[in-house]
């Protein structure tokens, strides 16, 4: 069964350091997000991204996040300069359809900012 | 209020027992409901959508939407020890692609 695979399973960064998480979305889905998950919180959303351009974000979602789709094939989360709250789970994930009901998460990426 | 509402648990039930889990919402412009499974520390996994009010049935589960209660569920039956996990609903609306999700309610079933 397709799935969504995310890069690294685990990251550990110094504050204020630059780090770029990766997703392979599933190959026919056309929509992208990636979601955080703080330990004990809700799994609260960041960004969607449709047709290589940002479609909404939300208000954690600030200068020092972007997202790229550099190939056909790779979704990347950048964070420019990470800080000690930035320290949560990152889910990628995708859909395929226009609605984008139907929401497949990645594993996540595990990012520890000391 | 909070814009989803749901009991964080934990809810220990018996294997072979049907489970009920719960959502609130606040926001009646929401009209996709979700629930998804999540095992600690993994992505959650999409286990039923719904479309507006109305009831779903996939094998063991059944997830229902009441729109003018603003209110959610989800059933398991005949509950295996596999079941227990995190589960997740999520919703939202229309014009927006963004999920709303609730806070988890942790269930345990046990052997």
């Known amino acids: 069964e397709p799935e969504v695979t995310q890069t690294p399973s685990h990251q550990v960064t110094q504050m204020g350091q630059e780090v770029i998480l990766r997703c392979v979305p599933i190959s026919n889905h056309l929509y992208f997000y990636w979601y955080r998950q703080i330990l004990g919180q809700k799994v609260e959303f960041l960004v969607s991204?449709?047709?290589?351009?940002?479609?909404?974000k939300s208000e954690i979602f600030d200068d020092q996040f972007s997202v790229e789709r550099p190939d056909g094939s790779n979704f990347t989360l950048k964070i420019r300069s990470t800080k000690l709250e930035d320290s949560a789970m990152y889910f990628c994930a995708s859909s395929e359809g226009q609605s984008g009901e139907k929401l497949f998460f990645g594993s996540g990426t595990q990012l520890s900012v000391l | 209020q909070k814009e989803v509402e749901q009991d964080p648990g934990p809810l220990s039930v018996p294997e072979g027992a049907i489970v009920s889990l719960n959502c609130t919402y606040s926001?009646?412009?929401?009209?996709?409901f979700m629930w998804y499974r999540q095992y600690s520390r993994k992505g959650p996994e999409l286990l039923m959508y719904?479309?507006?009010?109305g009831n779903k049935e996939d094998g063991r589960f059944t997830a229902q939407v009441d729109k003018s209660s603003k209110y959610i569920s989800l059933f398991i039956r005949d509950s295996q020890p596999s079941d227990s996990a995190t589960y997740l609903c999520?919703?939202?609306?229309?014009?927006?692609?963004?999920?709303?999700f609730g806070s988890g309610t942790r269930l345990l079933v046990r052997p």
């Open positions: 991204f449709y047709n290589n351009e940002i479609s909404e």
């Open positions: 999520a919703m939202r609306g229309d014009s927006s692609y963004k999920l709303i």
């Open positions: 719904t479309y507006s009010s």
């Open positions: 926001n009646s412009a929401f009209q996709y």
